[in-house]
């Protein structure tokens, strides 16, 4: 028997046990460094994609589908969910707002800091992922369909609905959408490119080739290395470019599917899985490589992998509904 720390929320309360593993397979049973996290009332089998860090609120907001939106603290591993949320297929913070995503609704709407719905606007497409960019105060939204990124001028007030201001076409995607910390840039994945684009033109800077036969997930970015982590949709594969040129540097393969990457600027460390997988990596990167720094084992099914400014990091278990903690100190 294997024990680990796991994390047993009752309520919005997380508390620490010792949970015992036997009969658990290798290829099933997460890393015993992983704090496990139950999101309350939710289901099992849940279907996770978009998962969120909002530094303004010390959360993670994770949208667990038609099981709805929950704020979940890195620190405490607490976990509780927003009630009035609906269904939440994607997520993002901005301007005291948190505007959640309904792809089979085509609907975006706007939460105030206690969960309550203050008003909604419906996207012109099927959409896949919400971002705010602060530069512009204004959401940007992928709309793979399309071929591009639908825009939205946030209203002055919680009541007012965002409205529909511009679109940005990118031939070829879009598939993940990352924005810079000042909001500024954003980053898509667009077939087998990587492609930029200026927020405040609304227009394409560049586009370059990723080193991916084809790509899938979000761009993660090192602003302060200037470098960028491109995810491709086979092999865990993952390829690291340089943002002033766009040329490749290196690449590396954690195995398995599609590749899913983080970044966080605390210990300056990527971090990649790949859906179906059972590694997490942690990359360190410089203009000359990249660098194997540690590995963690996790179930084979998580479709999310995210991290903060302090080096917590996280991932999904798809097959029990739950969240996987990490910390890299």
């Known amino acids: 028997m294997r024990a680990i720390h796991?994390?047993?929320?009752?309520?919005?309360?997380?508390?620490?046990?010792?949970?015992?593993?036997a009969g658990c397979s290798?290829?099933?049973?997460?890393?015993?460094?992983?704090?496990?996290?139950?999101?309350?009332?939710?289901?099992?089998?849940i279907d996770f994609d978009d998962v969120v860090y909002a530094a303004d609120m010390g959360s993670v907001l994770v949208p667990a589908r038609e099981d709805g939106l929950y704020l979940l603290d890195p620190e405490t591993g607490q976990a509780t969910d927003v009630a009035s949320s609906g269904?939440?297929?994607?997520?993002?913070?901005?301007?005291?707002?948190?505007?959640?995503?309904?792809?089979s609704g085509r609907?975006?709407?706007?939460?105030?800091?206690?969960?309550q719905v203050m008003s909604s606007v419906s996207t012109a497409a099927g959409a896949d992922y919400v971002r705010?960019?602060?530069?512009?105060?204004?959401?940007?939204?992928?709309?793979?369909?399309?071929e591009g990124i639908e825009i939205f001028a946030v209203g002055e007030d919680l009541e007012t609905a965002p409205r529909q201001v511009g679109f940005v076409p990118v031939s070829g995607g879009t598939e993940g959408l990352t924005l810079?910390?000042?909001?500024?840039?954003?980053?898509?994945?667009?077939?087998?490119?990587?492609?930029?684009?200026?927020?405040?033109?609304?227009?394409?800077?560049a586009r370059w080739a990723s080193g991916c036969e084809a790509t899938h997930g979000f761009p993660r970015?090192?602003?302060?290395?200037?470098?960028?982590?491109?995810?491709?949709?086979?092999?865990?594969?993952?390829?690291?470019?340089?943002?002033?040129?766009?040329?490749?540097?290196?690449?590396?393969?954690?195995?398995?599917g599609e590749s899913l990457p983080a970044y966080s600027p605390g210990p300056d460390h990527f971090y990649v899985r790949s859906d179906p997988g059972t590694t997490i990596a942690t990359l360190a990167a410089s203009p000359q490589g990249l660098e194997l720094i540690r590995e963690v084992q996790v179930p084979e099914v998580g479709h999310c992998l995210g991290a903060d400014e302090e080096g917590h990091y996280w991932t999904c278990d798809a097959g029990t509904g739950q969240m996987l903690l990490f910390e890299d100190r």
């Open 6 to 21: 796991r994390w047993l929320v009752i309520g919005s309360t997380a508390v620490t046990l010792t949970a015992g593993l």
């Open 26 to 45: 290798p290829s099933t049973a997460p890393d015993r460094s992983a704090q496990v996290v139950e999101l309350p009332g939710a289901g099992e089998d």
């Open 87 to 103: 269904t939440a297929d994607s997520v993002d913070p901005g301007q005291g707002r948190i505007f959640v995503l309904d792809r």
């Open 107 to 115: 609907q975006i709407q706007v939460l105030d800091p206690e969960g």
């Open 132 to 146: 705010y960019a602060a530069a512009t105060k204004e959401l940007w939204v992928s709309e793979p369909s399309r």
């Open 180 to 205: 810079t910390s000042d909001g500024a840039t954003a980053y898509t994945h667009a077939g087998n490119e990587v492609v930029k684009i200026d927020v405040k033109a609304r227009t394409v800077a």
């Open 221 to 256: 970015v090192d602003e302060g290395d200037g470098l960028l982590l491109a995810s491709c949709a086979e092999n865990g594969k993952v390829t690291l470019l340089d943002v002033n040129d766009g040329h490749v540097i290196d690449e590396y393969e954690v195995g398995g």
